[in-house]
């Protein structure tokens, strides 16, 4: 475990402070959970006992010594609580600090320039992963070969082709059959011509014809021919 954080002795982090917060971390990581960077409290005066702030990929976590460094206060927040981040460059240091979604403010001064500007990038880059998560593709079989469109459509015309060609042989050609329709009977002795007809009488004698034609009385045909000379009256 030791030999993962000396990665964050590079920005002038207090190599005692960094041993310290490694042999609590090894209880309090969760599973999954990765360290991404570890920031130190440098005071103007010689600081035995800084404050700490570690970066995870689930947490940001709040390091203070007590007791003469004997025990330590934990104090944590998820990336879903943190609603911003901030860092102030002052004379001596840097510093950090973060607002949650329920208001509450949390600040750590005396960070050096360099440890407080990657924390900063790393938070914004944490925030910015839960704004923006990104989507893993579904792996791939290494032995699938590709298919292309244009093969893809090949394939399909040969395998229409060859199924007409299998129903062709096998159903024979069904015949051609041309309806004709009778010319319209003539007007039955004793019934009033169309021409003698109001326009509501019209309507109601095309409405009859669509009923012969719903019930199968009639031909379609027929059906058109008497709906073309009742319209011409119209």
Known sequence: MKEQF????????????????????????????????????????????????????????ICKPKNLGLSMDFTDYTWDDIASTFVKENILGSEFSFGTKTDLAVSIDYIP?????????????????????????????????????????EEIEEVETEEVTSFAEI??????????????????????????????????KLQNYKKLLDNGLIMQGEYDAYKKEILSYM
């Not at 440890?115 to 925030?127: D, H, N």
């Not at 041309?178 to 019209?202: F, M, N």
Request: no cysteine.
């Open 6 to 61: 000396k990665k964050f002795l590079n920005e002038e982090q207090d190599p005692k402070a960094i041993e310290k917060i490694t042999s609590k971390l090894n209880d309090l990581l969760m599973k999954g959970e990765e360290v991404g960077y570890i920031a130190v409290q440098k005071k103007p005066a010689i600081t035995v006992f800084p404050d700490s702030i570690v970066l995870t990929n689930k947490r940001i976590i």
């Open 113 to 153: 320039k360099i440890q407080a500007r990657k924390i900063y990038t790393y938070a914004k880059e944490q925030l910015d992963l839960l704004k923006n998560p990104v989507q893993t593709a579904t792996p791939v079989q290494e032995t699938a070969e590709p298919v292309f469109e244009e093969e893809a459509e």
């Open 171 to 204: 159903l024979p050609a069904a015949p051609v059959v041309t309806e004709t329709y009778e010319p319209l009977p003539t007007q039955p002795a004793g019934e009033r011509k169309l021409s003698d007809l109001s326009k509501e009488e019209l309507f109601d």
